[in-house]
């Protein structure tokens, strides 16, 4: 396993830096995304959380290629707040148009490059589905006709099965969203797109947990760890 650094918007004050981790093994490749909001702090420490492990080589990538972006919004992060442009909306709407900032812009351009099987955006939203369907906390949201649906559902029942209070279970929500990543990559890109979103109003470390268990079977679905 490899893992080098890069910078996306390095010429611009909104640079960041991403991870390329490539295993031993040819395979598929995984975008993955925190901190498109800067307020969405559980995101932020599961990719963190992840980082530090395959650095200690405490977690392995055996085949294909990860790329990992921890914090994507840096400044919206450091004022702990969204972001304003909400990043989320300043993906490409079609095959013509273009990003409408430069971070965005910089990501979906390497998206077009490495054209990924997967694209993974770690969100944090209120409320709980499973109580409130009109609410977005604990949900994996793929875009309707998607391809990633049937391995959402299979992630969704693993983890409700190990989470005794169902008000907390995880339900998989069909949206389109113009503008986001998860949308963007999906129909753009024809690549398996899931917005992941913790309710935050669990605790943290509830929240990193659930963060770090979807992107494990997440991994795993891709065939870029073994299970
Ligand atoms: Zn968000």
Avoid at 109 to 120: G, M, R
Avoid at 123 to 152: D, F, M, Y
Avoid at 154 to 182: A, M, W, Y
Wanted: charged fraction near 25%; aromatic fraction near 6%.
């Amino acid at each position: 396993m490899k893992i080098s650094e890069h910078l996306l918007a390095s010429h611009t004050r909104y640079k960041t830096p991403y991870y390329m981790v490539k295993g031993k093994k040819p395979g598929p490749t995984v975008i993955l995304t925190a901190g498109v909001h800067g307020n969405e702090i559980a995101s932020i420490r599961a990719a963190d959380q992840l980082l530090s492990k395959l650095r200690q080589r405490e977690f392995l990538i055996t085949r294909g290629k990860l790329i990992l972006v921890p914090i994507f919004n840096q400044a919206a992060y450091h004022k702990r707040i969204r972001g304003r442009p909400d990043l989320n909306r300043t993906f490409p709407k079609s095959s013509e148009a273009k990003a409408v900032h430069p971070l965005s812009g910089e990501l979906f351009e390497l998206a077009v490059k490495l054209q990924p099987d997967w694209y993974i955006d770690l969100h944090e939203a209120n409320g709980l589905s499973s109580i409130n369907p009109k609410r977005l906390g604990q949900t994996l949201i793929i875009n309707p006709g998607s391809k990633a649906i049937p391995a959402a559902r299979r992630i969704v029942s693993k983890l409700n099965s190990s989470i005794i209070d169902s008000t907390k279970h995880f339900t998989v929500r069909l949206k389109h969203k113009e503008g986001s990543g998860r949308t963007a990559a999906s129909r753009l890109l024809h690549a398996k797109a899931i917005t992941v979103e913790t309710c935050w109003s669990l605790p943290l470390t509830k929240r990193i947990h659930y963060q770090s268990r979807i992107v494990q079977y997440l991994l795993e679905e891709a065939h870029l760890i073994d299970s």
